[in-house]
């Protein structure tokens, strides 16, 4: 029986490029969640004075196309410039792959995210927004939506695991409906931290429990 994925595909899975991390990233951003399947965390180094990308790796848990579209997303990112690297979409890495079955576009949905995201969070932290609107609690729910509870499978907002969502003073308080001994209460509280902290006017993170 033939398999529904590309050679191309198949060679990235068994040799994937770029795989590992930077200690010393510029920017990273995680998508996705290893209790629920797929994830991506993808790390940047920048050049500060052409703003073009000299180094990406990845780190990837999941399946053959999870690791695959991770692998080509950070060739095609690669010496690109960030603004270049932004217009950079799935169907870019679908179609470098040679197609993609469709129960795993999102994997390549996923690989473009964490690239996308990490590429804002460098704007973030490096003064490079075009216009800094003040981080509000919508805002940071916005971001947070992009966080799984692992527990339920859906991302923390929907999910309800979000109580309460205060900015000031340039911190962000977020109150979790957990308590802070119960099953990933501290890793949603870093992946949580992880997802805020870039934010260009937020000092610092503070994670409560219920």
Same mark, same amino acid.
């Given at each position: 029986m ?5 050679k ?11 795989v590992g991390?930077?200690?010393d990233?510029?920017?990273k951003?995680t998508e996705?969640?290893?209790a629920c399947g797929?994830?991506? %965390?993808?790390?940047?180094? $920048?050049d500060?004075?052409t &703003?073009?990308?000299?180094? #990406?790796k990845? @780190?990837?848990?999941g399946?053959a196309?999870n690791?695959a579209?991770a ?10 410039t ?7 979409s ?5 179609r470098e792959?040679g197609?993609?079955?469709l129960?795993k576009?999102h994997c390549a949905v996923l ?6 995201t990490a590429?804002?969070?460098?704007e ?8 800094k609107?003040?981080t509000?609690?919508e805002?940071i729910? %916005?971001?947070?939506?992009? $966080?799984?509870?692992?527990? &339920?499978?859906?991302?923390? #907002?929907?999910? @309800? ?7 000031e003073?340039?911190v962000?308080?977020?109150t979790l409906?957990l308590k802070q001994d119960?099953e990933?209460?501290q ?5 949580i ?8 006017d ?5 994670v409560?429990y219920?």
């Amino acid at each position: 029986m033939a398999l529904p994925y590309s050679k191309r595909l198949i060679e990235l899975f068994l040799s994937p490029k770029n795989v590992g991390e930077i200690p010393d990233a510029d920017a990273k951003a995680t998508e996705g969640s290893p209790a629920c399947g797929d994830m991506v %965390q993808l790390f940047l180094k $920048v050049d500060p004075e052409t &703003k073009r990308i000299m180094d #990406v790796k990845f @780190k990837s848990y999941g399946c053959a196309s999870n690791i695959a579209t991770a692998s080509i997303v950070t060739e095609l990112a690669k010496g690109k410039t960030l603004e270049e690297a932004k217009s950079i979409s799935w169907k870019d890495a679908e179609r470098e792959l040679g197609g993609l079955p469709l129960t795993k576009i999102h994997c390549a949905v996923l690989a473009v995210d964490a690239l996308h995201t990490a590429i804002e969070n460098y704007e973030h932290q490096h003064g490079l927004l075009k216009e800094k609107t003040p981080t509000t609690p919508e805002i940071i729910i %916005q971001r947070l939506k992009r $966080v799984i509870d692992p527990r &339920k499978g859906v991302d923390v #907002v929907r999910a @309800k695991t979000v109580k309460d969502v205060v900015v000031e003073n340039g911190v962000a308080t977020i109150t979790l409906n957990l308590k802070q001994d119960e099953e990933f209460a501290q890793h949603l509280a870093q992946e949580i931290e992880e997802r805020i902290s870039p934010l260009w006017d937020i000092e610092k993170v503070e994670v409560k429990y219920s």
